[in-house]
């Protein structure tokens, strides 16, 4: 990549309906200490006043770039297209429910510079909800849990949301970390070296595809825990969701509805043999129990909704 003709960083933001928060997400992107970048957005066919905000912005500031897709291309596809279009020499995806200490960028991308050994730098994550926004939270495309497990849910989201350790070893030592410490999304928002990333693209979306893709970048180099800097992460996202929905938006048949990480349990000992799953066939147990207990829940969640549209 020729530094000269492209911004040292690529930050892509996917976005569906985000009209309560792009305000938000790209005041604290446009306010970053490092400002040698160009912000791609690609919108996923909203229907909502994003494209008119987007364009607004456009008009403010020549580092962005707005691209609207005819239609709803999927979560996947649209995260894979931003970083397809990157051509500098890191990259960053951004969520429009997020938004980012000013020094996040910098000081990330300031680790990735000091070792060329790390391939991802990330920074501490801190949730918020809906009522820092100030908005009624009935408006959140979310599952409504009864109250007598809502808290465990909220403690258990919280505590993958937040779990990005720096990972660093053999790849062995690597995976069985990763794996047992790092499980959430939370890594796919930090700064990574966009060669070696699009190296690691899929293209089937699967239930904890966002995990594969970083084993795939593991594989590549180490992950390092910025905690100076924080990302703060809207706790009533996609993952909040319910595990038959997020089934459904990776395209899951309906034994991969039942069985929600097979899939990935399946492309697990595809790419990195037997040998490896065995080694680590106590989380994979933990994970796909783990799996029949959320689907166990949404299934009681969605019998008790019925019951009670008759009420």
Request: hydrophobic residues 40%.
């Amino acid at each position: 990549m020729d530094s000269k003709l492209y911004p040292k960083l690529t930050i892509g933001m996917p976005v569906h309906n985000g009209e309560i928060f792009l305000h938000q997400c790209l005041d604290s992107i446009l306010k970053q200490t490092f400002s040698d970048f160009e912000l791609i957005i690609s919108d996923n066919a909203s229907t909502d006043s994003t494209r008119k905000i987007c364009e607004q912005y456009v008009t403010k500031d020549n580092r962005i770039k707005y691209f609207r897709q005819d239609v709803n291309i999927g979560i996947h596809r649209n995260f894979n297209f931003l970083l397809n279009q990157a051509k500098s020499e890191y990259f960053a995806w951004a969520a429009v429910d997020d938004y980012l200490s000013p020094d996040f960028m910098e000081k990330n991308l300031a680790i990735l510079e000091s070792n060329k050994n790390i391939v991802s730098s990330m920074g501490k994550i801190v949730p918020y909800d809906s009522n820092f926004l100030k908005i009624n939270s009935d408006i959140i495309e979310t599952t409504k849990y009864p109250k007598f497990i809502r808290n465990y849910v909220k403690q258990h989201r919280h505590k993958k949301m937040m779990d990005t350790s720096s990972v660093s070893g053999d790849f062995d030592k690597k995976f069985r970390l990763f794996l047992r410490k790092t499980k959430s999304l939370g890594r796919f928002y930090g700064v990574h070296r966009t060669s070696q990333l699009q190296e690691c693209i899929i293209e089937k979306p699967f239930i904890n595809v966002e995990v594969s893709v970083f084993l795939n970048l593991l594989n590549l180099g180490d992950f390092y825990e910025e905690q100076s800097t924080i990302l703060y992460s809207f706790d009533e996202g996609i993952s909040s969701r319910g595990i038959i929905n997020m089934a459904k938006y990776s395209g899951h048949n309906w034994f991969e509805i039942l069985f929600p990480f097979f899939p990935f349990t399946k492309w697990t000992i595809q790419n990195f043999g037997i040998l490896l799953f065995v080694k680590n066939l106590d989380i994979f147990l933990r994970m796909n129990i783990g799996g029949e207990f959320a689907l166990l829940i949404d299934f009681l969640i969605k019998i008790n909704n019925f019951f009670k549209s008759f009420h």
